[in-house]
């Protein structure tokens, strides 16, 4: 079975130590490719290196995680966008906007979203859209911009059934991960609902860490107890899960 994690941060400091180790065990559970989503420049570059040192398993994004917009916004958004100039991407982000952590900047939020939006139409990439507490501005957003062209991911989806239901007539992907094995998460029972056509995978290591390694550090090997959760819910296999999750990550990101 051949899996795809759309969504890892394995280049920040949490996996210093070990990382050879973690692409090693990625490898062994089937793992082809890694999308890693940019955050700021603070971590670009490191970033970058580990793509260049991957042979090819782990490919990036680039943009502005929202939790990094602050007053220099548009400088971060000026940087991020000279690496477009250098090169293509797998898709921009992660960008979107967070109500949880801090509401101090969320016009600033707005515009970076707005402008990463335009980015991710002008290169024909998909945009992958973090949502914390914020899903249903963001569906409000794409929505305003979706024209037949916009395409991507809501990261981390853990909403509802009908915020599922717009994101998916919006023509954009769900990315589930560890929480759908989270006992009292709900998103069990929208995954019910939810054909898999429309659902990518992800892990967003080193966060959400599916159960049995919840509140550990997150990792992509770790994939397969997403797959066997959903498996258990779609009352599907395992290789049908990977199947068609990976050839609609295969498609939707150009790998």
Not at 101 to 127: C, G, H, M, N
Request: charge should be negative; charged fraction near 25%.
């Amino acid at each position: 079975m051949t899996l795809i994690d759309t969504h890892s941060h394995i280049y920040l400091s949490e996996f210093n130590q070990d990382r050879e180790k973690i692409l090693e065990r990625a490898q062994n559970e089937g793992i082809s490719v890694v999308l890693l989503p940019a955050i700021d420049s603070s971590t670009h570059e490191q970033m970058l290196e580990l793509e260049t040192n991957s042979r090819g398993i782990y490919q990036s994004m680039m943009g502005l995680h929202p939790c990094s917009v602050k007053e220099d916004f548009e400088e971060e958004l000026e940087k991020a966008r000279v690496y477009f100039e250098k090169r293509p991407f797998k898709a921009v982000g992660e960008t979107g906007l967070d109500f949880y952590w801090d509401k101090t900047f969320i016009s600033e939020q707005y515009k970076a979203f707005e402008e990463q939006i335009r980015w991710a139409l002008e290169f024909d990439i998909p945009v992958v859209i973090h949502s914390r507490n914020s899903i249903d501005e963001c569906i409000k957003m794409i929505a305003q911009y979706q024209k037949g062209k916009l395409k991507g991911v809501f990261h981390c989806f853990s909403g509802n059934t009908e915020q599922a239901k717009q994101i998916v007539d919006l023509g954009f992907f769900l990315g589930i991960g560890g929480v759908i094995t989270f006992k009292n998460s709900g998103l069990d029972k929208v995954m019910e609902g939810i054909d898999l056509v429309n659902v990518v995978l992800e892990t967003d290591a080193p966060y959400l860490a599916p159960v049995p390694f919840r509140g550990k550090r997150n990792e992509p090997s770790y994939l397969k107890y997403v797959v066997e959760k959903i498996a258990l819910v779609k009352k599907v296999t395992s290789e049908e899960v990977g199947q068609l999750t990976t050839d609609r990550a295969q498609k939707l990101f150009k790998l």
